[in-house]
């Protein structure tokens, strides 16, 4: 039986989470069909926890999806923007897909995710924004944290073995971040960070560029792989 409470959104969801699912649900019918209400609720609400923590989880790198993000971000109960938000982009990704085939880039994806959620500050988390673009929210880190956490990431990316997983593969990531305390939303932090992220691919990807001050976010053309 499931502890109570447990069940909750943790830093992964790992891959048994349907099996789980399943197995909660027919536990559940058992107890209900012996009267023990008590334990078929237990189980039915481990299920329900099951069932939520995977409709917030992106399906192939099970890091967070972007409904979590907008929950996050934008939600009924957020009171103010986070204290710093990264936008991360893999550099020439479509190559990647093209040379290697979408089961190799699949992995990468998968593994990069990985990459982004080691070593998160207290209340971090990594959510797949969409395609190969992640974000990191940074809720309780200053403009420098949010530079070294950025150059941390973007480090471990280059420097990772790639080719384990197919021959002369290679990869980097460009990162733009806004640490601006003066804007009032978490949308216009995103936007400065989205500007900021096409300045780190225009100088040459690989690359880190950030404002830890007031910038005017700036119109982004649409990124040449």
Not at 5 to 30: K, N, Y
Not at 38 to 57: E, M, N, T, V
Not at 142 to 170: F, N, Q, S
């Amino acid at each position: 039986m499931v502890a109570e409470g447990e069940g909750a959104l943790g830093p992964t969801a790992g891959p048994q989470a349907p099996d789980l699912l399943r197995l909660h649900e027919a536990i559940a019918s058992l107890f209900a069909t012996q009267g023990d209400w008590r334990r078929a609720y237990q189980h039915l609400r481990s299920a329900l926890d099951i069932a939520r923590d995977g409709s917030l989880r992106d399906a192939l790198t099970s890091s967070f999806n972007r409904r979590y993000l907008d929950e996050r971000l934008y939600g009924p109960f957020t009171d103010r923007p986070p204290l710093a938000l990264a936008l991360i982009d893999l550099d020439r990704f479509k190559s990647i897909n093209d040379t290697y085939g979408h089961l190799v880039g699949d992995r990468v994806l998968r593994r990069v995710a990985e990459l982004l959620q080691e070593d998160l500050p207290p209340n971090g988390f990594c959510a797949r924004y969409g395609g190969e673009e992640f974000v990191l929210v940074l809720s309780e880190t200053d403009e420098e944290a949010a530079r070294v956490v950025c150059e941390k990431v973007r480090g471990a990316v280059a420097d990772h073995p790639w080719t384990e997983i197919a021959p002369d593969l290679a990869l980097t990531v460009s990162i733009g971040y806004c640490a601006d305390t003066s804007l009032d939303s978490a949308e216009r932090m995103l936007a400065v960070a989205d500007a900021e992220l096409y300045a780190a691919k225009a100088a040459g990807r690989n690359r880190v560029c950030g404002s830890g001050g007031s910038v005017a976010p700036a119109s982004r053309p649409r990124l040449v792989q």
